[in-house]
């Protein structure tokens, strides 16, 4: 699962990591946001590779019919199963034609422990961002004639380290590799061609445990505390 995401980095870092333009208007330093506030995003679209663009997350369909039909299935689209892509009306055409990706350099994920549940920031180990293999869409609200662009993060069986964290449900996000980035965003490749081509990067990411406050949606969460490391409790502790 990817619900909770954080983005600290300038515009010349994601520029020279992702060989991309982004305008400083689309970087603001982001600790903690939830993908349940829909917020917008700087995305890099199959359309326009080599430029990133600002997008909703929670994807909105092109075939919804109307704004109240729009605003319901957000929620219910901020993941995308990798498994079931070509199976859900939702992400099937999205998964051949509009696919993007989404840079993050980090993410919040919770490990149960005997009935208990403990949060971890999981990022990379050198600190550096890196991107999701997402999907896109355009959906234009026939009442106003207002066009919205809306992404989804596609996820993908827990491996090595979000294994061992996301120890419930065992879902991670699809991390692309450089190679697996260029394939996923070229528009000339289905789905199925490339299923069976990219593999998930999970090799490279580290963990640590962090304030319980990330769990409470009554605390201003985007502050640069929240990503501290702290000394947790022993079963909090018991890591690896």
Known sequence: MCFNASLVQTAEIMAVE???????????????????????????????????????????PSWIKNYEAATDIRFKTLNARLETLHEK?????????SRCAVPIDGWFEWKEVRGKKYPYFIHREDGKPFLLAGLWSRWVNEESNKSFETFSVVTTAALGICAQIHNTKERMPFILSKEGKDLWLDRNLSFSDLKENIIPQWKDLSAYPVSHKVSSSKENRNVPEIRDRIDGPAEQMEFF
Do not use: H, M
């Not at 333009?21 to 995305?43: C, K, M, T």
């Not at 009306?89 to 034609?97: G, I, T, Y």
């Open 18 to 60: 992702f060989n991309a333009y982004i305008d400083d208007s689309l970087i603001e330093p982001v600790y903690f946001e939830s993908a349940f506030s829909l917020p917008e995003w700087p995305v890099l679209k199959d359309a326009s590779p080599d430029r990133f663009a600002p997008l909703t997350w929670g994807l909105i």
């Open 89 to 97: 009306s939702s992400f099937r055409q999205a998964s051949d034609n």
